[in-house]
Each structure stands twice: as structure tokens, then as C-alpha cells.
């Protein structure tokens, strides 16, 4: 399915219907009690954080999101129908904005946001009787219902973000890791959407990996698919930068590195500070240790050293990923 991670809606909940002015009819009697009924609620609109749902995609097709009124109310005491309520699924992570300012946050699944109530139904002259008043004619018109204009960004919920260029094994990394089972090419851009995998411990705990494809060198001035994927791991705990240890462009792992994280601290300062790890990818080819020396050396980082292709070293960045996960929840999980 399509992935789309922005929209606008529109909502509009229901007015509420009317109260009703109506007398029983008695011989004798010009005017009998009072009996109109209630009007009915309108329809309200609320959007729900669904994990099953992954993209907005619907929502950008559907535009807009309209409740009906509520029934107005009618003799004989008779209420008014109150209109049904449109419950509008959205993937957890959707985030709400009006005029630029954030009204709602569906981080969790199940959590849902009343986006606007249906109008009150009106009461009827039924209600008005009183002792003294016993042929009321007063009646309360039904609320207004609202409109609002909405939009949406969709900001996956991720443990860890994945990056490094394209080319460098992001989708074979995860592949290996977990169940995800994304396209692999040895061309760039093979990924052109955030891919989400579940890396389980094999002790009960895991963590959700986002894939970010597409930062490349000139992102943040709009290069290529531009640095708009990068709003998927502000959320993140940490990063696993992966490197390609041996280009076959003949580029420099360092250099490469460098690059992701200019990048990074050009869209947003926040996420450059995020606790990386780095993992250097391809150490099956031939000159690799080589490679891992002289960047282990030229960074001064402790780079993991792993091959995707083969298995290699998987195991301790897995340990080092659930390692520095429950350190940076305090001990925690
Ligand atoms: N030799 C070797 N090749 C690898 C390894 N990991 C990935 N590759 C190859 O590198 C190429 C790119 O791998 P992908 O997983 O598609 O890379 P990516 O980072 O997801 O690339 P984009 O989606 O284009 O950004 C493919 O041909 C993979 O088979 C590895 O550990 N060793
Ligand atoms: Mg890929």
C-alpha cells in the first residue's frame, strides 16, 4: 500500500436536532400537556490509534469527515434519533495540528482524540412543564456542531532509527534482524519508504526498527527524496548509523559517515545529539579489517564490525542495541 505521512482533513460534527413543541390532544381540552420530545445528538468525529493501520493514505482520499445532524425531537414524547458517531482509524503515531499548533497525539494503540463533539439535541416543551406552567410552548434549538480543519503527520514509533546511505545494507540489516522482509538491491534507492521491523532479544523483550532510506549528500537543500523521512526517528532512543565498510563507488567509510551526520544536524539539532551506534556493514569482503582499522582509528569511535550477507557479528550489535536501550531507560526493560 502507498505510505503517505501527511495530510489535511476536515471534520465536521452533527448538529443536534431540535426540540419539538407539541400539546396531547384531549377532547375538552384546547390545549392537553405538553409533549414534544428531544432532539437527537449530532454525529461527533473521533480518530482512533489503530496498529494495524500504517498509512494516512485514506484520509487523503477521504478529505473530508462529516457527521450527520441528530433527528429533531417530535410528539407523543418522542426523542429525536441521535445520529451515529464516525470513529476514523489513523496508525499509531499520527499527530494533529491546527493553524501549526499541536492538539492531539495518538501515540498508543487504542488511545483515541474527540476532534468534534456532535451538537446537543435541543429540548423539547415536554421538558418545560412545570406546576404552575403547564402549557409550556418554550423549546431549546439543538447545538451547533463544529468544524475544524486538521493536519496530520504521521511520526513512527520506533526504538531505533536506521540510517546510513543507500547502498550501505539498511534493508538487508533488517531483514537479518527481523521479520520485516524489505526489497534488497545492490542500487541505490532501493528503499523509498520508512520500513518498520520488530528485533526481538529471544528473551521476551524487543525493539521496533525504523528504516529510513534516502539521506543522502545535499538531503537537508532537498537532494533526492529530501530529509522529510527523518520526522520518523525524532522519536527514537537511539540510531544505528550503518556503514559500508568497502563502497563499490570507491567513496571513503569516513567520509560516508561524516555525511549522514552533517545531515543530521542540519534537520534538527536534537536528533544529531542521539546516542548512535555505529555499525561498520560488508566485513565478508576482502580488505575489510583493514577498513574497520583505519576508521576505527581515523573516528576514534568504537564501530561495530558486521556483515549482513554473512551473519557476522549480528549477534553482539543485537546485544549492544538491547544493552544500550535499557541504559537509556534507566535500567529498565
Ligand atoms: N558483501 C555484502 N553485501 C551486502 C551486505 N549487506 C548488504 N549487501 C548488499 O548491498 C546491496 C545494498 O543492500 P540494501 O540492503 O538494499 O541497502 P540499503 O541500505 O537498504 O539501500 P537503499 O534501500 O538503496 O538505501 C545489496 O546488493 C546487498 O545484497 C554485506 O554484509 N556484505
Ligand atoms: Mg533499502
Redesign the pocket.
Known amino acids: 500500500m502507498e505510505f503517505v505521512d501527511e495530510t489535511t482533513v476536515a471534520v465536521r460534527s452533527g448538529k443536534g436536532g431540535d426540540g419539538a413543541v407539541a400539546f396531547r390532544r384531549e377532547r375538552n381540552m384546547p390545549l392537553g400537556g405538553p409533549t414534544g420530545g428531544d432532539g437527537g445528538d449530532g454525529g461527533s468525529v473521533t480518530f482512533a490509534a489503530d496498529r494495524n493501520a500504517d498509512t494516512l493514505l485514506p484520509l487523503a482520499r477521504t478529505q473530508i469527515y462529516a457527521a450527520r445532524s441528530g433527528e429533531p425531537g417530535k410528539g407523543n414524547n418522542r426523542h429525536g434519533a441521535s445520529a451515529e458517531n464516525i470513529i476514523v482509524k489513523v496508525p499509531v503515531g499520527t499527530v494533529f495540528f491546527e493553524s501549526w499548533e499541536q492538539v492531539a497525539d495518538l501515540d498508543e494503540d487504542g488511545v483515541s482524540w474527540l476532534a468534534a463533539a456532535g451538537g446537543r439535541g435541543g429540548k423539547g416543551n415536554a421538558s418545560f412543564a412545570t406546576a404552575i406552567n403547564r402549557s409550556p410552548r418554550e423549546f431549546t434549538y439543538g447545538e451547533e456542531g463544529t468544524s475544524r480543519k486538521l493536519r496530520l503527520e504521521l511520526k513512527l514509533i520506533a526504538d531505533v532509527g536506521l540510517l ?12 537479518r534482524l527481523s521479520a520485516a522482509r ?11 519508504q520508512p520500513q518498520l521491523g520488530i528485533v526481538p532479544d529471544g528473551h521476551g523483550r524487543e525493539l521496533v526498527m525504523a ?1 529510513i ?2 539521506i543522502v549528500e545535499g538531503a537537508a537543500d532537498g537532494s533526492g527524496m529530501g530529509l522529510k523521512f527523518l520526522r520518523h526517528v525524532e522519536r527514537c532512543h537511539f540510531l544505528l548509523h ?1 556503514v ?1 565498510v ?1 563502497p ?1 563507488d570507491g567513496s571513503d567509510p569516513e567520509e560516508n559517515h561524516r555525511i549522514i551526520n552533517n545531515e543530521l544536524a542540519a534537520y534538527s539539532p536534537v536528533l544529531a545529539r542521539k546516542p548512535q551506534i555505529v555499525a561498520l ?5 576482502t580488505g575489510a579489517d583493514e577498513a574497520v582499522d583505519n576508521f576505527r582509528r581515523a573516528t576514534g569511535l568504537p564501530a561495530l564490525a ?5 551473519g ?1 557479528g549480528l549477534r553482539e550489535l543485537a546485544i549492544a542495541m538491547f544493552d544500550l536501550s535499557r541504559s537509556l531507560r534507566g535500567g529498565a526493560g
Open positions: 546510513g546511505l543507500p547502498n550501505a545494507g539498511k534493508s538487508t540489516i533488517l531483514s524489505p526489497k534488497i538491491a545492490d542500487y541505490p534507492f532501493t528503499t523509498l528504516d532510506p534516502g550503518l559500508d568497502q563499490g556493514n560488508k566485513i565478508d569482503l558486521v556483515s549482513a550477507a554473512s557476522a
